[in-house]
């Protein structure tokens, strides 16, 4: 039997949020202390094997100080619980980058299986004396999109043989309630096609034979549905921002002759949650706060995600917090990311929305017990709304009197009778050298029809003749 501890895309050192210092740091906590939830189960379950899946880091700026003792600290403590390590190189953090910040440096004075480029294959012993086999690759440089998994040797003897890639499986998207609305039925979840690194098929896994293929890249964790080898999605260890909801973690494999049992390790406390409320304009703003309560608490008792990894039987899934016996997570304050997506018409929570955001914020942070809430409005001020009414009203009943021939007579009148006051008073608008001042013609044609309208729309916007007025 080998254990294996299997993550990936952590993406230590991101740029998200970095306009926002505290949401920053609270990630950044929430990462290093599921990166330490992971390490310490290793240790204690004195696992084989550990996979670092690739995009452990972030690769567009250097990598900080603090994540770099945080990974020695990691290395060396895997290392001195003698648990194997193997690391592969994503397109986010390839060789090259590695290389440039002396990492691989690092990596191998820890003594950590490298995979860095072209396929390679370890043997290696696990703690009872089995022997098995890894065979690997990974990214030289960003945006490697060969087919590479061709070139892995199909398993050829009776070694027990583990596949690690991070890449794109095609064909692997997320089937039933899984897969996104509009995705690519043919792309991986939340992957676009300029995310196709690292490209291969099912197919290609397949014809290898592998018992376990341990995979990096896409940021929701996963079995694909495959005939023959398991293969895995490690996922982000933590949800990235808001696109990332649901679970993550990393899985624990079990890997014996004929069968493997995986079972997913739910490490990360952060919770991403979108909630969209539309608001009435009656609605009070204690009303409001309590209808986001409701809100946000239907969405947790159903989150988006689990149901992918409910369809495992073969492995139970460690949803509830409170019963993670394993895992040594000692903070448990509240890691709610909440993203509020308010629509409608309110003029209270508006005002509320742009003169105070910092106050209705901590109203509902406190409320749902959110360590962030953020607020997207899509409101329109009633004003506006009111304008657009009686702007519309105005606009019909007028179509609809332009065919009355009773109002286009009386229109003809009022505006007859205004031009007639007009010529009276003409030699008025002439200066002193005899040249006419004002209004050109056109412009006092304009002018007349809009006085006369001006004097006749009250008298026909009487209630009795309102459109067509006798209608019952
Ligand atoms: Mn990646």
Redesign the pocket.
């Known amino acids: 039997m080998v254990q294996i501890l299997h993550l990936g895309?952590c993406h230590f050192d991101d740029a998200y949020y970095l306009n926002r210092p505290e949401r920053k740091r609270l990630l950044d906590e929430c990462r290093e202390e599921a990166l330490r939830a992971a390490v310490e189960t290793a240790v204690d379950r004195q696992v084989d094997l550990f996979v670092w899946a690739?995009?452990l880091l972030d690769g567009e700026r250097r990598i900080s100080l603090k994540t770099r003792s945080m990974l020695e600290q990691a290395l060396s403590d895997l290392e001195g619980a003698k648990v194997e390590m193997a690391w592969m190189t994503?397109?986010?953090d390839p060789k090259s980058y590695l290389e440039a910040q002396s990492l691989d440096q690092l990596l191998e004075a820890h003594g950590v299986h490298l995979f860095d480029g072209k396929v390679r294959e370890v043997m290696l012993k696990a703690r009872n004396g089995m022997p098995y086999k890894l065979v690997g690759s990974g990214h030289e440089e960003r945006g490697l999109v060969e087919n590479r998994v061709r070139t892995y040797p199909v398993k050829a003897d009776g070694v027990l043989t583990i596949g690690l890639l991070?890449g794109s499986v095609q064909g692997s998207a997320l089937t039933g309630g899984g897969a996104g609305k509009g995705e690519d039925a043919e792309l991986p979840p939340g992957l676009e096609p300029g995310d196709l690194?690292f490209p291969c098929t099912k197919a290609d896994l397949t014809r290898l034979g592998y018992d376990l293929i341990c995979l990096?890249?896409v940021h929701v964790p996963y079995k694909i549905e495959m005939s023959g080898a398991a293969a895995f999605y490690a996922g982000s260890l933590t949800g990235l921002s808001h696109k990332e909801a649901g679970v993550h973690g990393a899985w624990l494999h079990t890997l014996g002759y004929g069968a493997v049992k995986s079972r997913f390790l739910e490490l990360s406390t952060l919770e991403w949650k979108t909630v969209q409320i539309a608001v009435t304009p009656e609605l009070s703003l204690t009303q409001f706060v309590e209808l986001v309560q409701t809100k946000t608490e239907t969405q947790i008792a159903n989150p988006g995600l689990t149901p992918y990894l409910e369809r495992f039987d073969n492995g139970s899934l460690v949803r509830s917090r409170s019963g993670a016996d394993e895992l040594s997570i000692s903070n448990q304050r509240s890691r709610l990311m909440l993203r509020l997506s308010i629509s409608g018409v309110n003029d209270t929570i508006l005002t509320a929305i742009r003169h105070d955001p910092e106050t209705l914020r901590d109203r509902i942070g406190n409320a749902v017990n959110a360590a962030e809430v953020e607020i997207r409005s899509d409101m329109v001020p009633e004003r506006v709304l009111e304008l657009q009414r009686t702007g519309d009203t105005f606009a019909a009943h007028l179509n609809t009197c332009l065919e009355d021939p009773e109002f286009m007579a009386n229109l003809w009148a009022a505006y007859a009778q205004r031009a007639l006051t007009f010529e009276a008073e003409r030699p008025g608008l002439e200066d002193d050298n005899g040249f006419r001042t004002g209004l050109s013609d056109e412009d006092s044609e304009a002018q007349l029809l809009k006085e006369a309208l001006h004097d006749l729309w009250p008298r026909w916007m009487q209630p009795s003749r309102r459109m067509g007025g006798d209608q019952a």
């Open positions: 895309d690739g995009d994503g397109n986010h991070h690194y990096g890249h």
